[in-house]
Each structure stands twice: as C-alpha cells, then as structure tokens.
C-alpha cells in the first residue's frame, strides 16, 4: 500500500498536528507520566538515515542472527563439555536449577528468539550496539507510527507494513502454518507494553494475517492436548504460538507459567522467543571478545565475527574472584597498567571512566536503563560504590562493566506544546531496528529512533525525548 502524496501547503507545525491526532490514544503507556495520546516530543518528519548508515544496519540483521544461533550452539557445547566450560558457567550464573534445565532441553535446542532488536547508539564513527533485546518493547508503537506518517505522505524504513509483514512471516515460520492463532502473553510486569501490542494485533488482523490475540496470563486455558485463549466474550481459540511478552526472571509471578512451559515442552504449542535464559545475557559481549574463544566464535561467524567486534563494545563480566599473580583481565587498563585486581579502577578519574556498570540479564534491574550506571558521572565516592555493589551481587545476579561509547549530537525538529510551534532538539540519538526471524534469514521491518536531550546520558523512551520512525535520504545521519 503506497502512502499519501506530500501535501506541500502544510507547515512543520500542520504536518505535527496531523500525526498527534492520527496516533492511538495511550500507545506507549511506559513513557513519561503523561498519559495523553502523545506523551513524547513529536517531530513533524521521520528521523533521516543517510543510505551508508542504513546499508551497516542491513547487513547487521543477518549478522545478529548468526551472533544468536552460535551463541545457543558454544552454549550447548559448553554443557556438554566439548567446548570450555566457563561460557555455560557464566551464562547460568544466579539462576534457578529449574530455569538452566529448561534452556537445555532438545526441544528447544535449536531455537533462538524470533525478534531480534539491538540498541544502537549512533557515534561519530559509524554505530554501536549497547545491548540486544529479544523481548523487545516498540513494535506495535513503530507500526502505528509508520501509518501515521504514511498518511502524511513520508516513507518509512519497512513501509507502511512492514512491521506487521515482518512479525506475521515470523510466526507463520516458527508455526509452520501460513495463518496461525498467536496468544500474545502480556504479564502484569511488561503492562505498559499492552495498549501497543493491542494495536498491533488489531492490525495484523484486519489485514487478515493469522488470528492474533493479546491476553493476560489468566486467559490461557491448558488442555492435555492443547492450550487456548479465552476472550472477552468467553469464547475458547486453540494457539498454535505462544508470544512470550515477559521476562524469564519474573516467571515465578506469571500465573499459569508452569501449564504454558508444559505445553511448549511437549510440542503442544510454539513459544517464541524460547524460555533460554542464557541468550538474554549481555555478558555474551564479554564472551564474544575473549581470545580465548575466538578459534570457536570464528568457526560460527566467519566474516561475521569482525564486524560484530566492532559493534558490540568491549565488555567485561564483573567476576569477584581473584586472580593468579600472574593473570590480568585481558584488555582493560587503569591509568596505563593491567588490571589484575578490580579496585585499581576506583582511582581513575572521571576522565578516565569511559565505562558503563549495569546488571548482565536475568534479574528486574536489567531492562529499561534500570540499574545502568555511567561511571564518569558518579562522584569517586559513588563510583566506588557502585563497583563494590556489583561484585557484591555475583554470583546472584552478575554486573558487566563496558565501554561507554558518547553518542554523536543530532538536530531534530519537533512540535513544542508551550510555544505551540516547532522548535529543534539538540540531542543524541538510539536506534531501534526491528529484525524478524524467518527460517535462514531476516526481514527489516522498521526502526525506531528515540532522541533524547544531549545531557540525558542514557538514552531511552522518555516525555521530553522525540521519538519517531527512520527514513533514508542523502545527506541524512
């Protein structure tokens, strides 16, 4: 479906009207405290890409997915003993005996997540993965946005579908069925998600794109042979996919979550992304650098493997527990020397302190900026703090400590409540690709950017942000 012609009479001002009114009301309940239709920065245009910069985060989709089956493959391999067993070690670490089994188990042996979104932190040299996410919030919030703008006669990265396109060929490859019943599972901790997914599900199905139903945990009704999704009407679908949209840390508080494991175990229904805890760690950047493991990350990734050192930053697991005189932690200095013990870096000065500490995954901090520190913010007071905490909570819940890369000033416009006119944010910017696994490869279905102020150092969905879909053009970032 092609978008609507530019009308050239409207003014920024007109254009940024135009999409406050065309925008579901509530659609990303998680931002900011207002709840209005609106409740970011709107700008009146999509965030432009340059061609060079969309080409890299092409080519970076099929990279991904190989990142994430070598990952699941050096994992298995790891238990098993034919490959060094800290990489299983290490992602195992602070969970539960029941949660390690179930990664594990062959039925799931060769799945990995269906959506696949990194964090991209666009820098003065090209971009940066910050972290991959594969319960990904957004997609029906890009898929909105990508209408609206549509509507107003802009193109967006994916098109006016694409992000439905996407997410119905991905669940119709992992049903093995071209129209199947999708219940997507909204627990009580991911709620501010809902109101986008309702969108989406609404969506895909007055295009007729399978049966898509967005419930609450409660909703699910377990058969021996089947599950089933009650609706409001107090009708019962049988599913062929479960779309987990919760956390594998909060699964104890997700009822119903042992009859939902049972039926996926048992090949009753499909869940996706797969209950494998080990592939939502983002010290796998920490594993994806180690020399030691390189031979095995090169047998995986061929060509691969280069570009994603590039992009994913230097990363080291926070382990507390020392080591031999003669060792040092491979790649990282402090003012010029090996670091063998982690206090040397308390004395760095702020300077010096180009790291971010965060919790690794498997835990309530590791997701939306929560429990991210940058450490050249922190007084020494704090940043001491904040290393002693984090050694303190291995093995629990492992912290990584990784390099901060600053991310490059962008100018955007957008639409100013207060002056009631468009106005320019100086700010930074985070790249949201949506990537939708299809059998051997994977389908762009959009991106989202979300430019925060330049002196907010995270970059996340926030009121006083802009957020809007990517389109490419020359001359763009």
Request: aromatic share 10%; proline share 7%.
């Amino acid at each position: 479906m092609g978008c609507t012609a530019l009308d050239p009479t409207m003014t920024a001002r007109d254009q940024a009207l135009f999409l406050n009114d065309k925008m579901p009301e509530g659609l990303f309940a998680g931002v900011g405290v207002d709840q209005s239709r609106v409740a970011w920065r709107l700008s009146p245009e999509p965030f432009w890409l340059s061609p060079q910069t969309y080409a890299a985060i092409e080519q970076l989709g099929p990279d991904l997915l190989k990142f994430y089956r070598a990952l699941a493959s050096l994992y298995q391999r790891s238990a098993r003993g034919t490959a060094p067993a800290f990489i299983a070690e290490y992602l195992d670490i602070g969970k539960p005996e029941s949660m390690i089994k179930l990664g594990r188990q062959n039925r799931f042996k060769g799945e990995i997540p269906g959506v696949i979104r990194p964090d991209l932190i666009l820098t003065d040299g090209g971009f940066i993965a910050s972290e991959l996410d594969s319960v990904p919030g957004g997609m029906g919030f890009v898929g909105a946005m990508a209408h609206a703008y549509c509507e107003l006669g802009y193109d967006t990265v994916g098109d006016r579908e694409g992000m439905l396109d996407g997410l119905a060929a991905m669940l119709a490859a992992t049903a093995g069925n071209a129209s199947p019943t999708t219940a997507m599972v909204v627990s009580q901790e991911a709620n501010d998600y809902r109101a986008e997914l309702i969108w989406l599900a609404g969506a895909m199905n007055a295009r007729g794109l399978g049966a898509t139903y967005v419930c609450r945990p409660e909703e699910i009704v377990f058969t021996e042979d089947a599950l089933f999704v009650r609706l409001p009407d107090g009708e019962e679908k049988k599913i062929d996919i479960l779309y987990r949209n919760f956390e594998l840390f909060d699964l104890l508080n997700v009822p119903k979550q042992d009859l939902m494991l049972y039926a996926a175990r048992h090949n009753r229904v499909k869940m996706t992304p797969p209950p494998k805890a080990h592939l939502e760690e983002k010290l796998a950047f920490a594993l994806l650098h180690h020399p030691a493991l390189a031979k095995l990350w090169r047998a995986e990734l061929g060509d691969a493997m280069a570009r994603l050192q590039t992009i994913f930053p230097q990363t080291w697991i926070l382990d507390p527990r020392p080591l031999p005189p003669q060792a040092a932690v491979v790649g990282l200095q402090a003012a010029g020397e090996p670091v063998y013990a982690w206090d040397q870096l308390v004395s760095l000065g702020k300077s010096e302190r180009d790291y971010v500490v965060k919790p690794s995954g498997f835990s309530e901090l590791a997701w939306g900026s929560r429990g991210v520190k940058v450490a050249n913010d922190l007084t020494k007071e704090d940043w001491q703090l904040t290393l002693d905490d984090a050694l303190a909570s291995y093995p629990k819940t492992p912290y990584i400590l990784q390099r901060f890369h600053k991310g490059k000033r962008v100018r955007v416009p957008y639409f100013d409540r207060k002056t009631d006119d468009i106005a320019t944010l100086d700010g930074r910017v985070r790249l949201c690709p949506y990537y939708f696994v299809e059998g051997d490869g994977v389908k762009l279905g959009g991106i989202l950017a979300t430019i925060a102020p330049a002196d907010k150092r995270l970059i996340h969905g926030m009121s006083d942000a802009v957020m809007s879909p990517c389109s490419v053009r020359e001359g763009g970032y």
